[in-house]
C-alpha cells in the first residue's frame, strides 16, 4: 500500500480503536504498522506522533463539537484514550455517530497539512470497512476535481529526509532547465500540486516536482545555513502571497506587492464568499476585503517582481467586464494590454 493510503490506515485503526475500546497502545499500533522494526520508545517514533497529533486536531473535534478541548485525547504510558468511545455515552448525541461523519473526516484527512493529499475516492473503502459505513451512505457521493498533478512520491520523501538530516539535494528537472545542486527549504503544496523552494548561493529557486525529472539526497553534503529569522520571514511570505509565484531574495525577503481587484455583478457575491470577513485574521493578512452595495474591493499580496501579475491576471480575466484592477498603475495597465490583444486577435479571426 502506498505511503499516504498507509497513513490513513493507521488514523482510521486509531479510531476504530477509540470506537470500540475507547483506547489504543502504541503497542499494538507498532505491531501493526512497524512489524518490521526494532522496539522503540513511543516518544522517538515521529510517524506515530505525527498521526497522532492530526488525530487529536483535526479529526476527533467532528466527534466532539463543543467539547473542551483537553477532553479530545489523552496520553499515559503509550496508552491514548478518550473519557467515552465513540458512538457511546455523550459522544452518541453527536450527529451522525453510526456513521462516524466521514464527509467531514474525509476533508480533515485531505486537508491536513501534515500528509501528502491524495484522492478522495481511493479511501472510501477504508472508511466502509475500518470504520463500517453504510454502502448506502457512501452511494449518493460523487466527487470531482479529484485529478491532481502526477508527482513521483519519492521526490517528497527525499525532500524531507534530507531537510531533516540538514543535507543538500540535486535537483534535475525538465529541460530547458539545468541540473542544481539545492539545499531544500519548503515543500508546498498549492491547487494539486507540488513546490520545492530551495536555497542555491544567493538564489532562492522554484521548482514543480511534478517538472523534476529526478531528485536526489547528497548524503553527508552539508546543507546551507540560513538565519532562522530570515527563514521564518520566508514562511510567512510564502503562506501570504497569493498564487504559486514566491521567489524572492532569501536574505533580504520582500512582503510582497498589494493589488486590488474590485468586483461586481455576480461577481461581488463570489468575492464575498471566498474573502469572507471572518476568515481575516489581523496577524496573516493576506487579504483584504471592502464590501459595498455594488461592489466588492479584494487587496492581495503578491511577488513583488518578475511575473508578479501573470496569474492575478487570468484571476481578473475570467470574470470580464464584472472585475477589473484598481492598484497598482502597472497591472491596470497590463490588463487593458490584454483586454485589447484579445480584441485584436477576434478581429483578425475571419470566423468572427
Known amino acids: 500500500m502506498s505511503a499516504n493510503l498507509e497513513t490513513v490506515r493507521s488514523l482510521l485503526w486509531m479510531l476504530r480503536k477509540l470506537k470500540e475500546q475507547g483506547r489504543f497502545l ?14 522503540m520508545a513511543t516518544r522517538n517514533d515521529r ?5 497522532v497529533a492530526v488525530l487529536r486536531d483535526q479529526i476527533l473535534p467532528i466527534f466532539q463539537s463543543g467539547r473542551p478541548d483537553d477532553d479530545f485525547l489523552k496520553a499515559e504510558k503509550g496508552v491514548y484514550s478518550t473519557k467515552h468511545a465513540i458512538g457511546q455515552g455523550e459522544w452518541a448525541k453527536v450527529p451522525d455517530a453510526e456513521g462516524l461523519n466521514f464527509l467531514p473526516l474525509l476533508n480533515a484527512i485531505n486537508q491536513s497539512q501534515s500528509l501528502m493529499p491524495f484522492p478522495s ?3 472510501l473503502k477504508l472508511l466502509a470497512t475500518e470504520l463500517e459505513v453504510k454502502e448506502e451512505r457512501l452511494n449518493p457521493v460523487v466527487f470531482k476535481n479529484t485529478v491532481s498533478w502526477k508527482v513521483d512520491y519519492r521526490w517528497i520523501r527525499e525532500v524531507l529526509d534530507a531537510v531533516e538530516a540538514r543535507e543538500r539535494l540535486y535537483v534535475e528537472p525538465q529541460p530547458p532547465r539545468k541540473p542544481c545542486e539545492v539545499t531544500p527549504l519548503f515543500l508546498v503544496n498549492c491547487d494539486g500540486a507540488w513546490y520545492l523552494l530551495a536555497l542555491s548561493g544567493t538564489l532562492l529557486l522554484q521548482y514543480n516536482l511534478s517538472r523534476v525529472q529526478k531528485l ?7 546543507a546551507e545555513k540560513l538565519p532562522a529569522t530570515t527563514y521564518r520571514t520566508l514562511r510567512n511570505q510564502v503562506t501570504e502571497l497569493w498564487g504559486t509565484y514566491w521567489i524572492t531574495d532569501p536574505f533580504e525577503p520582500e512582503p510582497g506587492e498589494p493589488v486590488t481587484i474590485r468586483y461586481t455583478g455576480s461577481a461581488r457575491q463570489y468575492a464575498t464568499e471566498r474573502f469572507e470577513q471572518k476568515s481575516y485574521t489581523p496577524g496573516t493578512p493576506w487579504f483584504r476585503i471592502s464590501v459595498q452595495e455594488e461592489w466588492a474591493d479584494v487587496t492581495l499580496r503578491v511577488q513583488s517582481h518578475g511575473a508578479r501579475y501573470s496569474e492575478i491576471l487570468g484571476e481578473i480575466l475570467r470574470w ?6 484598481l492598484a497598482p498603475p502597472e497591472l491596470v495597465r497590463q490588463w487593458k494590454e490584454s483586454i485589447q490583444t484579445m480584441a485584436k486577435a477576434l478581429e483578425q479571426d475571419g470566423n468572427f
Not at 502504541?26 to 522496539?39: Q, S
Not at 510517524?47 to 498521526?51: I, S
Not at 470580464?320 to 484592477?325: D, I, K, M, T, V
Open 121 to 123: 475516492p481511493r479511501i
Open 26 to 39: 502504541y503497542n499494538d499500533w507498532a505491531e501493526e504498522f512497524r512489524p518490521e522494526d526494532p522496539p
Open 320 to 325: 470580464g467586464p464584472l472585475a477589473r484592477p
Open 216 to 222: 536526489t539526497r547528497r548524503k553527508g553534503v552539508e
Open 47 to 51: 510517524r506515530f506522533l505525527n498521526h
